[in-house]
């Protein structure tokens, strides 16, 4: 079992920053990648940024060069820098753990809101 915690969304402006952190606990050892998602309201839930167990990492075409993920050396909390936030980042950010068995998991999410 993986257990995902977030935190660290709110409300700012426009060209604005924050930073979302994930703690994971359980069987992290079985994580294989770990990333970040959000979903808009009426909207279908998106990946914003992953991170493999090889430290590669990808992410949306709407967030490239402003948002960045890591995570620490024990690998066990990933962080995703948000900067130049736009209203269009509005969302419910949530942690998401692969694992190299079945099956993955998700935080409960954390409120992002932009205001322009």
């Known amino acids: 079992q993986v257990q995902l915690v977030e935190s660290g969304g709110g409300l700012v402006q426009a060209g604005g920053s924050l930073r979302l952190s994930c703690v994971a606990s359980?069987?992290?050892?079985?994580?294989?990648?770990m990333g970040w998602y959000r979903q808009a309201p009426e909207k279908q839930r998106e990946l914003v940024a992953r991170i493999s167990s090889d430290g590669s990492t990808n992410y949306a075409d709407s967030v490239k060069g402003r948002f960045t993920i890591s995570r620490t050396n024990a690998k066990n909390i990933v962080y995703l820098q948000m900067n130049s936030l736009k209203p269009e980042d509005t969302a419910v950010y949530y942690c998401?753990?692969?694992?190299?068995?079945?099956?993955?998991?998700w935080g409960q999410g954390t409120q992002v809101t932009v205001s322009s």
């Open positions: 998401h753990a692969d694992t190299w068995r079945t099956p993955d998991y």
């Open positions: 359980g069987s992290t050892f079985s994580i294989s990648a």
